[in-house]
Protein backbone atom coordinates (compact mmCIF):
# COMPACT_ATOMS: atom_id res chain seq x y z
CA UNK A 1 0.00 0.00 0.00
CA UNK A 2 1.03 3.33 -1.24
CA UNK A 3 2.09 5.83 2.33
CA UNK A 4 0.73 9.04 2.14
CA UNK A 5 2.84 11.79 2.71
CA UNK A 6 2.47 13.96 5.60
CA UNK A 7 1.71 17.76 6.36
CA UNK A 8 4.85 20.53 7.44
CA UNK A 9 3.26 22.60 9.93
CA UNK A 10 4.71 25.64 10.83
CA UNK A 11 5.28 26.50 14.75
CA UNK A 12 3.13 28.87 16.18
CA UNK A 13 3.83 31.63 18.48
CA UNK A 14 2.55 30.15 21.82
CA UNK A 15 4.11 26.66 20.77
CA UNK A 16 7.65 28.24 20.70
CA UNK A 17 7.14 30.42 24.02
CA UNK A 18 6.71 26.26 25.59
CA UNK A 19 9.80 25.08 23.64
CA UNK A 20 12.03 27.92 25.40
CA UNK A 21 10.06 27.14 28.47
CA UNK A 22 11.01 23.71 28.34
CA UNK A 23 14.75 24.29 26.90
CA UNK A 24 15.57 26.10 30.21
CA UNK A 25 13.10 24.10 32.69
CA UNK A 26 15.14 21.03 31.85
CA UNK A 27 18.47 22.86 33.41
CA UNK A 28 16.83 22.89 36.31
CA UNK A 29 16.93 20.30 38.89
CA UNK A 30 13.14 19.44 40.38
CA UNK A 31 12.18 17.18 42.59
CA UNK A 32 7.98 16.81 43.61
CA UNK A 33 6.67 17.00 46.67
CA UNK A 34 2.77 16.35 47.37
CA UNK A 35 0.33 16.17 49.85
CA UNK A 36 -3.19 14.69 50.40
CA UNK A 37 -4.91 18.13 51.03
CA UNK A 38 -8.18 18.26 53.44
CA UNK A 39 -10.75 21.08 51.84
CA UNK A 40 -12.97 21.16 54.31
CA UNK A 41 -17.00 21.37 53.50
CA UNK A 42 -17.12 25.14 54.98
CA UNK A 43 -14.37 25.86 52.51
CA UNK A 44 -16.05 24.47 49.34
CA UNK A 45 -19.56 26.06 50.43
CA UNK A 46 -18.39 29.43 51.13
CA UNK A 47 -16.62 29.29 47.36
CA UNK A 48 -20.24 28.03 46.10
CA UNK A 49 -21.97 31.11 47.87
CA UNK A 50 -19.26 33.70 46.82
CA UNK A 51 -21.01 35.99 44.32
CA UNK A 52 -18.20 35.50 41.62
CA UNK A 53 -17.48 31.91 42.82
CA UNK A 54 -13.47 31.86 42.62
CA UNK A 55 -11.41 29.32 41.08
CA UNK A 56 -9.73 27.00 42.89
CA UNK A 57 -6.44 27.69 40.85
CA UNK A 58 -7.00 31.49 42.64
CA UNK A 59 -7.70 30.38 46.26
CA UNK A 60 -4.42 28.24 45.98
CA UNK A 61 -2.40 30.77 44.44
CA UNK A 62 -3.50 33.21 47.57
CA UNK A 63 -2.64 30.49 49.84
CA UNK A 64 0.42 30.28 48.81
CA UNK A 65 1.32 33.40 48.33
CA UNK A 66 0.46 34.40 51.69
CA UNK A 67 2.75 31.45 52.84
CA UNK A 68 5.78 33.10 51.03
CA UNK A 69 5.03 36.38 52.48
CA UNK A 70 5.61 34.34 55.79
CA UNK A 71 8.61 32.32 55.06
CA UNK A 72 11.19 34.32 52.95
CA UNK A 73 12.87 31.22 51.20
CA UNK A 74 10.28 30.88 48.99
CA UNK A 75 10.68 34.08 47.31
CA UNK A 76 14.44 32.95 46.89
CA UNK A 77 15.84 32.18 43.26
CA UNK A 78 19.46 30.79 41.89
CA UNK A 79 21.48 33.12 39.50
CA UNK A 80 24.28 31.98 37.78
CA UNK A 81 26.17 34.93 36.07
CA UNK A 82 28.06 36.97 36.87
CA UNK A 83 28.48 34.44 40.11
CA UNK A 84 26.00 32.09 41.82
CA UNK A 85 24.02 33.42 44.13
CA UNK A 86 20.56 33.81 45.82
CA UNK A 87 18.10 36.47 45.20
CA UNK A 88 15.27 36.96 47.60
CA UNK A 89 12.43 38.99 46.46
CA UNK A 90 10.33 41.05 48.48
CA UNK A 91 6.72 39.54 47.38
CA UNK A 92 5.51 36.80 45.42
CA UNK A 93 4.81 36.79 42.03
CA UNK A 94 2.46 34.11 40.02
CA UNK A 95 2.56 32.68 36.60
CA UNK A 96 -0.50 31.14 35.73
CA UNK A 97 -0.99 28.92 32.88
CA UNK A 98 -4.15 29.76 30.78
CA UNK A 99 -5.38 27.93 28.22
CA UNK A 100 -6.27 30.12 24.89
CA UNK A 101 -7.18 29.61 21.71
CA UNK A 102 -4.76 31.14 19.09
CA UNK A 103 -5.31 31.13 15.35
CA UNK A 104 -7.75 27.94 15.53
CA UNK A 105 -5.12 26.12 17.85
CA UNK A 106 -5.36 26.10 21.50
CA UNK A 107 -2.30 27.42 23.41
CA UNK A 108 -0.70 28.00 26.68
CA UNK A 109 0.00 31.51 27.90
CA UNK A 110 1.02 33.10 31.10
CA UNK A 111 -0.72 35.30 33.31
CA UNK A 112 0.99 37.31 36.06
CA UNK A 113 -0.20 38.03 38.96
CA UNK A 114 2.15 40.52 41.78
CA UNK A 115 1.56 39.89 45.57
CA UNK A 116 -1.38 37.57 44.89
CA UNK A 117 -1.58 37.81 48.62
CA UNK A 118 -2.25 41.43 48.84
CA UNK A 119 -4.70 41.35 46.46
CA UNK A 120 -8.42 40.56 47.59
CA UNK A 121 -10.07 37.15 45.59
CA UNK A 122 -12.69 39.42 43.93
CA UNK A 123 -9.29 41.56 42.31
CA UNK A 124 -7.74 38.45 41.88
CA UNK A 125 -10.68 36.83 39.91
CA UNK A 126 -11.60 39.76 38.11
CA UNK A 127 -8.00 39.74 36.51
CA UNK A 128 -8.16 36.48 35.75
CA UNK A 129 -11.56 36.64 33.84
CA UNK A 130 -9.57 39.46 31.98
CA UNK A 131 -6.41 37.39 30.78
CA UNK A 132 -9.16 34.75 29.81
CA UNK A 133 -12.03 36.54 28.43
CA UNK A 134 -9.90 39.67 26.59
CA UNK A 135 -9.07 39.37 22.95
CA UNK A 136 -5.02 38.29 23.07
CA UNK A 137 -3.96 41.64 21.58
CA UNK A 138 -5.77 43.77 23.93
CA UNK A 139 -3.74 41.90 27.11
CA UNK A 140 0.01 43.45 26.79
CA UNK A 141 1.57 40.08 28.22
CA UNK A 142 0.02 38.54 25.56
CA UNK A 143 0.27 40.29 22.79
CA UNK A 144 4.31 40.85 23.42
CA UNK A 145 4.64 37.23 24.35
CA UNK A 146 3.32 36.75 20.51
CA UNK A 147 5.28 39.37 19.00
CA UNK A 148 8.47 38.38 20.77
CA UNK A 149 8.02 34.65 19.42
CA UNK A 150 8.80 35.93 16.22
CA UNK A 151 12.34 36.50 17.19
CA UNK A 152 15.26 34.49 16.05
CA UNK A 153 15.74 32.21 18.26
CA UNK A 154 18.94 32.89 19.20
CA UNK A 155 17.80 36.04 20.41
CA UNK A 156 15.31 34.78 22.46
CA UNK A 157 16.91 32.49 24.44
CA UNK A 158 19.77 35.45 25.12
CA UNK A 159 16.76 36.93 26.67
CA UNK A 160 15.60 34.47 28.54
CA UNK A 161 19.31 33.02 30.14
CA UNK A 162 19.62 36.69 30.96
CA UNK A 163 16.59 37.10 32.97
CA UNK A 164 16.54 34.12 34.90
CA UNK A 165 20.16 34.27 35.38
CA UNK A 166 21.39 37.90 35.72
CA UNK A 167 19.18 39.73 37.30
CA UNK A 168 17.18 38.37 40.12
CA UNK A 169 14.37 41.21 40.15
CA UNK A 170 13.81 41.14 36.27
CA UNK A 171 13.49 37.35 36.97
CA UNK A 172 10.14 37.57 39.37
CA UNK A 173 9.26 40.57 37.65
CA UNK A 174 8.82 38.80 33.87
CA UNK A 175 8.48 35.29 34.71
CA UNK A 176 7.39 35.37 38.33
CA UNK A 177 8.66 34.04 41.61
CA UNK A 178 6.26 31.03 41.33
CA UNK A 179 4.67 28.71 38.55
CA UNK A 180 1.00 27.48 39.13
CA UNK A 181 -0.49 24.94 36.90
CA UNK A 182 -3.49 22.68 37.37
CA UNK A 183 -5.45 19.81 35.02
CA UNK A 184 -8.40 19.56 37.86
CA UNK A 185 -10.98 21.18 36.59
CA UNK A 186 -10.90 18.26 34.03
CA UNK A 187 -10.79 15.17 36.31
CA UNK A 188 -6.87 14.67 35.75
CA UNK A 189 -3.32 16.02 37.86
CA UNK A 190 -0.04 16.42 36.38
CA UNK A 191 2.90 13.85 37.64
CA UNK A 192 5.65 16.12 37.11
CA UNK A 193 5.13 20.05 35.91
CA UNK A 194 8.57 21.61 34.79
CA UNK A 195 9.75 25.01 35.17
CA UNK A 196 12.82 27.64 35.57
CA UNK A 197 10.91 28.99 38.40
CA UNK A 198 11.78 27.95 41.69
CA UNK A 199 8.66 26.52 43.12
CA UNK A 200 5.65 25.24 40.98
CA UNK A 201 2.46 24.90 42.39
CA UNK A 202 -0.17 22.13 40.47
CA UNK A 203 -2.99 20.27 42.83
CA UNK A 204 -5.77 17.65 40.88
CA UNK A 205 -9.43 16.78 41.02
CA UNK A 206 -11.31 17.28 44.83
CA UNK A 207 -12.63 13.87 45.63
CA UNK A 208 -15.87 13.68 47.51
CA UNK A 209 -14.11 13.00 50.63
CA UNK A 210 -12.68 16.24 49.98
CA UNK A 211 -9.53 15.60 49.57
CA UNK A 212 -6.97 16.65 46.48
CA UNK A 213 -3.67 16.05 46.06
CA UNK A 214 -1.27 18.93 46.10
CA UNK A 215 2.09 18.96 44.56
CA UNK A 216 5.33 21.61 45.07
CA UNK A 217 7.58 21.04 42.68
CA UNK A 218 10.81 22.66 44.12
CA UNK A 219 14.48 23.49 43.25
CA UNK A 220 16.59 21.57 45.04
CA UNK A 221 19.55 23.92 44.51
CA UNK A 222 17.67 26.37 46.35
CA UNK A 223 15.20 24.38 48.91
CA UNK A 224 14.97 21.19 50.44
CA UNK A 225 12.31 18.49 50.39
CA UNK A 226 11.50 18.63 53.86
CA UNK A 227 10.75 22.49 54.19
CA UNK A 228 8.97 21.98 51.62
CA UNK A 229 6.49 19.43 53.01
CA UNK A 230 6.09 21.58 55.87
CA UNK A 231 4.93 24.93 53.24
CA UNK A 232 2.71 22.63 52.04
CA UNK A 233 1.38 22.23 55.55
CA UNK A 234 0.67 25.83 55.82
CA UNK A 235 -0.75 25.95 52.41
CA UNK A 236 -3.93 23.73 54.20
CA UNK A 237 -3.84 25.66 57.19
CA UNK A 238 -4.28 29.16 55.02
CA UNK A 239 -7.05 27.12 52.87
CA UNK A 240 -9.21 26.74 55.75
CA UNK A 241 -8.01 29.46 58.02
CA UNK A 242 -7.79 33.06 56.14
CA UNK A 243 -8.75 32.16 52.72
CA UNK A 244 -11.76 30.87 54.63
CA UNK A 245 -12.56 34.06 56.69
CA UNK A 246 -12.31 35.93 53.41
CA UNK A 247 -14.42 33.86 51.46
CA UNK A 248 -17.41 34.25 54.32
CA UNK A 249 -16.70 37.98 54.20
CA UNK A 250 -17.23 38.37 50.54
CA UNK A 251 -20.37 36.40 50.98
CA UNK A 252 -22.05 38.56 53.46
CA UNK A 253 -21.30 41.72 51.29
CA UNK A 254 -23.52 42.74 48.19
CA UNK A 255 -21.03 42.53 44.88
CA UNK A 256 -20.54 46.30 43.60
CA UNK A 257 -22.67 45.65 40.38
CA UNK A 258 -19.50 48.36 38.66
CA UNK A 259 -17.26 46.01 39.26
CA UNK A 260 -17.29 43.44 36.82
CA UNK A 261 -17.94 46.08 34.45
CA UNK A 262 -14.01 47.24 35.51
CA UNK A 263 -11.47 46.61 33.55
CA UNK A 264 -8.90 43.92 36.14
CA UNK A 265 -5.44 44.46 36.53
CA UNK A 266 -2.89 41.54 37.48
CA UNK A 267 -1.33 44.31 39.20
CA UNK A 268 -1.82 44.55 43.30
CA UNK A 269 -3.64 47.79 44.55
CA UNK A 270 -1.25 50.85 44.16
CA UNK A 271 -2.40 51.98 48.34
CA UNK A 272 -0.92 48.36 48.91
CA UNK A 273 1.87 47.93 47.17
CA UNK A 274 4.42 50.02 45.79
CA UNK A 275 4.82 48.92 42.27
CA UNK A 276 8.15 50.30 40.28
CA UNK A 277 7.40 50.16 37.14
CA UNK A 278 3.29 49.86 36.45
CA UNK A 279 1.39 48.45 33.83
CA UNK A 280 2.62 45.31 32.03
CA UNK A 281 5.26 42.99 33.57
CA UNK A 282 7.35 43.41 30.30
CA UNK A 283 10.03 46.47 30.95
CA UNK A 284 9.66 49.11 28.12
CA UNK A 285 13.38 48.37 27.34
CA UNK A 286 12.38 44.79 26.90
CA UNK A 287 9.84 45.77 24.75
CA UNK A 288 11.29 48.44 22.55
CA UNK A 289 14.11 45.44 21.97
CA UNK A 290 11.35 43.33 21.31
CA UNK A 291 9.87 45.78 18.58
CA UNK A 292 12.92 46.85 17.03
CA UNK A 293 13.72 42.87 16.43
CA UNK A 294 10.14 42.42 14.97
CA UNK A 295 9.81 44.69 12.81
CA UNK A 296 13.45 44.53 11.40
CA UNK A 297 14.45 41.28 11.56
CA UNK A 298 11.69 39.33 10.93
CA UNK A 299 9.60 40.10 7.98
CA UNK A 300 6.11 38.71 8.04
CA UNK A 301 2.14 39.16 9.04
CA UNK A 302 1.18 41.02 11.95
CA UNK A 303 -0.11 40.32 14.67
Known sequence: MHEPKGTILPISGPRRFIIDLVHFARQVPSVPVSRLVDVSSDLIAARAEHPMRPSWALLFMKAYAMVGAEHAPLRRALLEFPWSRLYEHPWMNCALAIERSFQGDHGVFI???????????????????????????????????????????????????STLNVSGYKRAKRFGTFGLTSYGALGAESLHPISPLTTTLTFGPISPERRVVVKLIYDHRVLDGVYVARRLRDVEAHLNGPILDELRRDSATPLDPSSSSREASPEP???????????????????????????????GKAI
Open 111 to 161: GLFRAPDQQTITQLQLALDFYKDQPLEKVGVYRRALKFSRVPRPIRRLFWW
Open 269 to 299: PAATVRLDVPGDPISPGLEAAVERSVDVEVP
